[in-house]
């Protein structure tokens, strides 16, 4: 349906145009209406050709199906996956594998194997949980087994589970002619029993029998080349590190449940889009404590008609819902919100960042909120925000992140109706941030050109954080970005001691092209300096794709790399001290957080170390398999 109703306005437009025309053709042909047989009209048709191009739709070589073009790669994949699904099930039920017929799954020629390791090291314990890694790359032949004594031996540690999740993730292909194909997997078992919550990973190379297309393969061989085993204690409360209190802190919430425990679908189909109802979740949160009580409160952003909530904290642990009274339960669109000190007069104003652009309300140390100025940002809709002194004169600047432009201002493509990232791997055809200066009493000033921040300043920003990474007194600000290469702007001094901003992402070994969605800055090996973690997409099925040779085969290595690393995932940066990083994500095991729209490093077992959690996922349906 909105397909169609977008192509009328179109179609009318140009009936219109063409009325002014001379025109010579018969009543018939200009209406499409023969003349009344019997009392009915009858429609005449035409063989013209729709122009479907221009209006932006999507070409259909995108929608070809792998079975019926020669990705062998993807038809064998999806042949392999089903048999790996079916493993899977006969794990889920670890005591009646001995019983479990598996000649529909290995071939005659199964090679012997061993998929728990025998020499696990410990490389972490404390009283929450255990970590324990293989010390070896490969095992020794006499350990080798059948697959039933092999996955026997793998599940006697949840052989008592009474829940487990079983899940592979296969990440590359390789087709061999001669009928023997492989595969690599990332595999993750989880059982939970009564006193413990047990997890195993690994990574699987398998060696498959597949001769006929038509025929699911089966494996010959697996061999284990990681495994970790991590067990976390839930026996005590004092052992869990998190307990889930949803339910008991929001017990005086009324509008909670009705709001909050709803999904997408369900607001998308009762409210109007007009209004910003929006489908893709890009809605954050922000906590401060807004009334002076030593708290911390907890504001939420939401899509469009629906308000947006403040909760306050009591000293019970409960939250109050003070929305309507504090006066900040907008029902516009709402990307993002940071709490913090704008008019230092030592209580927390709220910034809010909608649809429309930017709201600037102030605080008055009792939870009274007043909106005092707002900013528009005519181009393109406001993303996410983030503060700091730039200029070190004593109050908060804002920078202000945004990703598409807004249909309205997209002169160079008009003729499309959604703007698009070109290219897909390396966009610069976003919106353009804009840096705004404090000049008190509530007064900003737009100095992104002036200041240099509009270099580089057309991609689709998600994410920014302030940190003095080079240790000279003085913020700097890294930009993550969809689609491509992220910013790190250094904050110079000019000749004249004017502040001047200078993109170093390149030099610095920290542009990261990829699918940037969060950032966040802490010492993470402890030497004193700022190191930077960056959340992006991990994806099994780009991983797989982009390294089979159908893939791009017009492109030049440069753009090919660009892809594949798209689907790496999350980076991890050093700071080496000299004003470059060393990007050591695939050693310190920290790419794998799927789809990662946030990150951040936090001490969570008070160990005095930088931990790292991510959030990710998509909208959750029905039938959600959990991939992202």
Request: proline content about 3%; aromatic content about 8%; hydrophobic content about 35%.
């Given at each position: 349906?909105?397909?169609?109703?977008?192509?009328?306005?179109?179609?009318l437009?140009?009936?219109?145009?063409?009325?002014?025309?001379?025109?010579?053709?018969?009543?018939?042909?200009?209406?499409?209406?023969?003349?009344?047989?019997?009392?009915?009209?009858?429609?005449?048709?035409?063989?013209?050709?729709?122009?479907?191009?221009?209006?932006?739709?999507?070409?259909?070589?995108?929608?070809?199906?792998?079975?019926?073009?020669?990705?062998?790669?993807?038809?064998?994949?999806?042949?392999?996956?089903?048999?790996?699904?079916?493993?899977?099930?006969?794990?889920?039920?670890?005591?009646?594998?001995s019983?479990?017929?598996?000649?529909?799954?290995?071939?005659?020629?199964?090679?012997?194997?061993?998929?728990?390791?025998?020499?696990?090291?410990?490389?972490?314990?404390?009283?929450?949980?255990?970590?324990?890694?293989?010390?070896?790359?490969?095992?020794?032949s006499?350990?080798?087994?059948?697959?039933?004594?092999?996955?026997?031996?793998?599940?006697?540690?949840?052989?008592?589970?009474?829940?487990i999740?079983?899940?592979?993730?296969?990440?590359?292909?390789?087709?061999?002619?001669?009928?023997?194909?492989?595969?690599?997997?990332?595999?993750?078992?989880?059982?939970?029993?009564?006193?413990e919550?047990?997890?195993?990973k690994?990574?699987?190379?398998?060696?498959?029998?597949?001769?006929?297309?038509?025929?699911?393969?089966?494996?010959?061989?697996?061999?284990?080349?990681?495994?970790?085993?991590?067990?976390?204690?839930?026996?005590?409360?004092?052992?869990?590190?998190?307990?889930?209190?949803?339910g008991?802190?929001?017990?005086?919430?009324k509008?909670?449940?009705?709001?909050?425990?709803?999904?997408?679908?369900?607001?998308?189909?009762r409210?109007?889009?007009?209004?910003?109802?929006g489908?893709?979740?890009?809605?954050?949160?922000?906590?401060?404590?807004?009334?002076?009580?030593?708290?911390?409160?907890?504001?939420?952003?939401?899509?469009?008609?629906?308000?947006?909530?403040?909760?306050?904290?009591?000293?019970?642990?409960?939250?109050?819902?003070?929305?309507?009274?504090?006066?900040?339960?907008?029902?516009?669109?709402?990307?993002?919100?940071l709490?913090?000190?704008?008019?230092?007069?030592?209580?927390?104003d709220?910034v809010?960042?909608?649809?429309?652009?930017?709201?600037?309300?102030?605080?008055?140390?009792?939870?009274?909120?007043?909106?005092?100025?707002?900013?528009?940002?005519?181009?393109?809709?406001p993303?996410?925000?983030?503060?700091?002194?730039?200029?070190?004169?004593?109050?908060?600047?804002?920078?202000?992140?945004?990703?598409?432009?807004?249909?309205?201002?997209?002169?160079?493509?008009?003729?499309?109706?959604?703007?698009?990232?070109?290219?897909?791997?390396?966009?610069?055809?976003?919106?353009?941030?804009?840096?705004?200066?404090?000049?008190l009493?509530?007064?900003?000033?737009n100095?992104?050109?002036?200041?240099?921040?509009?270099?580089?300043?057309?991609?689709?920003?998600?994410?920014?954080?302030?940190?003095?990474?080079?240790?000279?007194?003085?913020?700097?600000?890294?930009?993550?970005?969809?689609?491509?290469?992220?910013?790190l702007?250094?904050?110079?001094?000019?000749?004249?001691?004017?502040t001047?901003?200078?993109?170093?992402?390149?030099?610095?070994?920290?542009?990261?092209?990829?699918?940037?969605?969060?950032?966040?800055?802490?010492d993470?090996?402890?030497?004193?300096?700022?190191?930077?973690?960056?959340?992006?997409?991990?994806?099994?099925?780009?991983?797989?794709?982009?390294?089979?040779?159908?893939?791009?085969?017009?492109?030049?290595?440069?753009?090919?790399?660009?892809?594949?690393?798209?689907?790496?995932?999350?980076?991890?940066?050093?700071?080496?001290?000299?004003?470059?990083?060393?990007?050591?994500?695939?050693?310190?095991?920290?790419?794998?957080?799927?789809?990662?729209?946030?990150?951040?490093?936090?001490?969570?077992?008070?160990?005095?170390?930088?931990?790292?959690?991510?959030?990710?996922?998509?909208?959750?349906?029905?039938?959600?398999?959990?991939?992202?």
């Amino acid at each position: 349906m909105r397909f169609l109703l977008l192509i009328s306005p179109i179609l009318l437009s140009l009936a219109i145009i063409g009325c002014g025309d001379q025109d010579h053709s018969t009543e018939e042909e200009k209406t499409g209406i023969t003349e009344k047989q019997d009392g009915n009209d009858i429609l005449a048709s035409s063989d013209a050709v729709i122009p479907l191009e221009p209006i932006g739709l999507v070409s259909e070589s995108l929608h070809k199906e792998p079975t019926k073009d020669p990705w062998k790669g993807e038809v064998f994949n999806e042949l392999a996956d089903s048999q790996l699904k079916e493993l899977g099930e006969i794990i889920k039920a670890p005591k009646t594998i001995s019983q479990v017929d598996t000649s529909g799954l290995i071939a005659n020629n199964f090679q012997p194997t061993q998929l728990a390791p025998k020499n696990l090291k410990t490389i972490f314990n404390d009283s929450s949980f255990k970590v324990l890694r293989n010390d070896q790359e490969k095992e020794l032949s006499e350990h080798k087994k059948s697959l039933k004594e092999a996955l026997t031996e793998l599940v006697e540690p949840i052989l008592e589970a009474t829940k487990i999740n079983v899940k592979f993730k296969t990440f590359n292909v390789s087709i061999n002619e001669a009928g023997k194909s492989t595969s690599e997997s990332y595999v993750e078992i989880i059982g939970h029993t009564q006193k413990e919550i047990i997890s195993q990973k690994a990574r699987w190379s398998c060696v498959w029998d597949w001769e006929s297309a038509s025929d699911p393969p089966k494996i010959i061989s697996i061999e284990v080349n990681e495994f970790e085993q991590s067990i976390g204690k839930i026996d005590n409360k004092n052992a869990s590190l998190f307990s889930d209190c949803t339910g008991s802190v929001f017990s005086q919430c009324k509008d909670f449940k009705d709001q909050f425990l709803r999904g997408t679908d369900y607001w998308a189909s009762r409210l109007e889009n007009r209004y910003g109802i929006g489908l893709s979740g890009w809605h954050g949160i922000t906590i401060g404590d807004v009334n002076g009580d030593g708290i911390d409160d907890i504001y939420v952003c939401e899509p469009g008609s629906l308000p947006n909530r403040l909760f306050i904290s009591k000293s019970d642990g409960q939250l109050i819902d003070a929305s309507s009274l504090s006066g900040t339960d907008f029902r516009l669109q709402t990307q993002s919100a940071l709490f913090l000190d704008m008019d230092n007069d030592g209580d927390q104003d709220l910034v809010i960042a909608t649809t429309l652009g930017i709201i600037f309300m102030a605080n008055d140390g009792r939870a009274n909120f007043t909106v005092k100025t707002t900013k528009l940002i005519p181009e393109s809709a406001p993303m996410c925000i983030s503060a700091a002194d730039f200029d070190l004169d004593g109050d908060l600047d804002l920078h202000v992140g945004c990703y598409s432009l807004r249909r309205s201002s997209v002169h160079e493509n008009g003729n499309q109706m959604l703007a698009r990232p070109i290219p897909y791997h390396d966009a610069n055809n976003g919106g353009r941030n804009a840096l705004l200066r404090n000049d008190l009493n509530w007064q900003f000033k737009n100095v992104t050109v002036s200041i240099g921040m509009d270099s580089n300043n057309r991609r689709f920003t998600l994410a920014s954080s302030w940190e003095d990474y080079d240790q000279d007194g003085d913020p700097d600000l890294y930009v993550a970005n969809d689609y491509g290469r992220n910013n790190l702007y250094r904050n110079d001094r000019d000749s004249s001691g004017r502040t001047k901003f200078v993109d170093v992402a390149a030099e610095a070994g920290v542009e990261d092209m990829s699918a940037g969605m969060s950032v966040s800055w802490s010492d993470a090996d402890g030497d004193g300096d700022q190191d930077l973690y960056v959340s992006n997409m991990w994806s099994s099925a780009g991983n797989r794709i982009a390294y089979q040779r159908q893939f791009q085969r017009d492109a030049d290595q440069e753009s090919i790399s660009g892809f594949r690393r798209h689907a790496r995932g999350n980076s991890l940066f050093l700071n080496s001290g000299n004003g470059k990083f060393k990007d050591v994500s695939l050693e310190a095991g920290v790419t794998m957080g799927r789809w990662a729209w946030g990150s951040r490093f936090a001490d969570i077992n008070n160990d005095g170390m930088q931990d790292i959690i991510v959030g990710n996922g998509f909208i959750t349906q029905s039938g959600d398999t959990g991939d992202l």
